[in-house]
């Protein structure tokens, strides 16, 4: 057995491989480097899957939030390493994309240009850009790095038609102040719509889906914090935000702990009861293994491991 999978057979040892890395990254984020390879990397797609996984998650925020098209001041966070929604925001009506993300992407440049010049040749494209297609020409969008979503909407109120992102709210420290922080940055009216990712990114890779749960809290936050792996606010934690936001909502379930496929977003009451039944067998193994703070969830709420969560801030 080699050192990797020595490392990745051992519990503690994996943990002390975070440990070390998380401090390893908040040494290199101090000096001011935030280059990161998190996220989908088009450098390993082919163009027509760029294009079709670009589109399907447009598709995705116009299709969860009820629009046709997102218009007025839209916010992306943590568009990863292609500004391709932010170009179909921006082609469907929006005035302008504000793309925030706290590290920066690391972007391969070949697979990049070939993205532009194909989205640039879709009808209506063209005029988006401000000279020869790429991510520097692209009319509208304001690109934030270095600007993580807990600062950017920090103090602003009322200025924004929409927030978008996918697969980034489970990255965030504290992503419930930043809802409460968004909530308040909406314009009335407007909507805000987060795919949000509850497994554990293969952090633990071979073990038990949720062996990062069985991690306790003294011991995961100094493997996570600088890096931003998974943050483990969990479903019922967005549930009450909710609830208590003031905003109109929903919470759909897009994943289930230990199957590998993602399902259509759907209330938990309308789960498919076989593919609960199997998620919540799942949890029933490692029940007694748990972290002090899961330790009082319901099987049902630690079966989930992807949700979609909509609001809507009233108009008056
Ligand atoms: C897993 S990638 C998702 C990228 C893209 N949304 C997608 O679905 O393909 C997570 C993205 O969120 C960014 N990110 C992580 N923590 C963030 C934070 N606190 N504020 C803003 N962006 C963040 C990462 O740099 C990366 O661009």
């Known amino acids: 057995m080699n050192l990797k999978h020595l490392v990745r057979h051992s519990l503690w040892l994996t943990c002390f491989y975070y440990l070390i890395d998380d401090w390893r990254t908040a040494r290199r984020l101090a000096r001011g480097r935030l280059e990161t390879r998190s996220g989908k990397r088009h450098d390993a797609l082919a163009l027509d899957q760029s294009l079709a ?43 302008e994309v504000h793309a925030i993300d706290r590290y920066v992407p690391e972007r391969d440049e070949v697979a990049q240009r070939r993205i532009y010049e194909a989205l640039a040749r879709r009808p209506g494209f063209a005029a988006l850009f401000d000279g020869p297609p790429g991510e520097r020409t692209i009319r509208g969008l304001h690109y934030h790095p270095g600007t993580p979503a807990e600062r950017f909407f920090h103090g602003a109120t009322g200025r924004f038609d929409a927030i978008v992102s996918r697969a980034v709210l489970e990255h965030l420290y504290d992503p419930l102040a930043a809802l409460d922080d968004m909530a308040r940055a909406l314009k009335p ?49 967005y549930r009450s935000w909710l ?49 002090e703070a899961f330790g009082t969830f319901d099987d049902e709420s630690l079966a989930v491991s992807g949700v979609v969560l909509v609001a809507r801030k009233p108009s008056h």
Request: with cysteine; hydrophobic share 45%.
């Open 53 to 95: 996984y670009i589109d399907r998650v447009h598709g995705d925020y116009c299709c969860y939030g009820g629009l046709a098209r997102f218009e007025g001041s839209i916010v992306e966070i943590g568009p990863g390493d292609n500004f391709g929604v932010a170009l179909c925001l921006l082609a469907g009506g929006a005035a």
């Open 189 to 237: 009216g407007g909507t805000m719509v987060h795919r949000i990712d509850l497994r554990d990114h293969g952090m633990f890779a071979g073990h038990h889906p949720l062996t990062f749960l069985t991690i306790p809290a003294w011991l995961y936050r100094p493997m996570t914090r600088a890096s931003g792996r998974p943050n483990r606010v969990l479903m019922p934690a």
């Open 243 to 291: 609830a208590r936001s003031g905003l109109d909502g929903s919470l759909r379930i897009s994943r289930l702990a230990g199957l590998a496929d993602e399902i259509e977003p759907v209330a938990i009451e309308a789960l498919d009861p076989a593919l609960l039944g199997r998620a919540v067998d799942q949890v029933r193994t490692i029940r007694t293994r748990l972290a």
